[in-house]
């Protein structure tokens, strides 16, 4: 079935540091890539998304690259902040089950000045 | 639009009460989900509905478990009897949705959150 693996936190950072957050996949065909990001007390929001093979995604200086041949979708962010200590999660859905998410466990991010 | 509207935002209750959760999705999505977060299992799927209709509830944990949609803005989630297992972060929420067809539009397989019912089960 599919699934998604993400590596494990929490992740702590100084303020300006280079952040990587690992995401593999396991799907058939060609999902859907996305990452969520959770502050504490709010709900999921989406961070950013890619729908094809090599499509990269990328919003508030976070990126992620779409890579079939190694089924992965890393999130990376060349110089952290504070303000983006949260819980990343990576998901993925295919065109044939409704649009459904199948998420990740998660990674904690924190971000000291 | 004021996005995903979650209620009770907190709920406190006791072992066999009956709770329920309620959503209303974004206007013209036609999708709409329910997640449970706990720190054991993470964010799991319990059920999803396309245009109203239940398309998969194959992560309804038991029967004790039910949901209902009955128009497209509104959606119950049901705990009947309650068990401090159930204890968790119930979230809804809801996307421009699946015409059955491969949408790889700007709005495709989005989902947006509601900011999530906290229930707690003495």
């Known amino acids: 079935g599919n699934s998604v693996t993400q590596m494990e936190g929490p992740v702590t950072l100084s303020e300006e540091a280079f952040l990587t957050i690992n995401c593999t996949y396991t799907?058939?065909?060609?999902?859907?890539l996305f990452w969520y990001v959770q502050y504490p007390g709010e709900g999921l929001q989406l961070l950013l998304k890619?729908?094809?093979?090599?499509d990269k995604g990328s919003n508030k200086g976070f990126e992620a690259t779409y890579r079939k041949e190694t089924t992965s979708f890393h999130l990376e962010k060349g110089s952290v902040q504070v303000s983006d200590s949260a819980v990343y999660f990576c998901?993925?859905?295919?065109?044939?089950?409704?649009?459904?998410?199948?998420f990740g466990q998660g990674t904690e991010l924190s971000v000291k000045p | 639009d004021a996005g995903v509207i979650q209620s009770p935002r907190h709920e406190v209750t006791e072992m066999g009460q009956e709770v329920t959760l309620r959503c209303k999705p974004i206007s013209g999505h036609n999708s709409l989900f329910w997640y449970r977060q706990t720190m054991m299992r993470g964010l799991e799927l319990l059920i999803y509905?396309?245009?109203?209709?239940?398309?998969?509830d194959s992560g309804m944990p038991e029967d004790r478990f039910s949901a209902k949609m009955p128009n497209a803005s509104f959606s119950t989630l049901k705990i009947q009897p309650s068990e401090p297992r159930d204890s968790a972060v119930y979230f809804c929420?809801?996307?421009?949705?699946?015409?059955?067809?491969?949408?790889?539009?700007?709005?495709?397989?989005?989902?947006?959150f509601g900011a999530g019912s906290r229930l707690t089960v003495l």
């Open positions: 509905f396309n245009n109203n209709v239940p398309i998969d």
């Open positions: 799907a058939t065909g060609y999902p859907s």
């Open positions: 890619a729908t094809k093979a090599d």
């Open positions: 929420a809801s996307s421009l949705g699946w015409g059955g067809r491969r949408d790889r539009g700007p709005g495709a397989n989005v989902l947006t």
């Open positions: 998901a993925l859905s295919q065109d044939n089950q409704g649009g459904k998410l199948i």
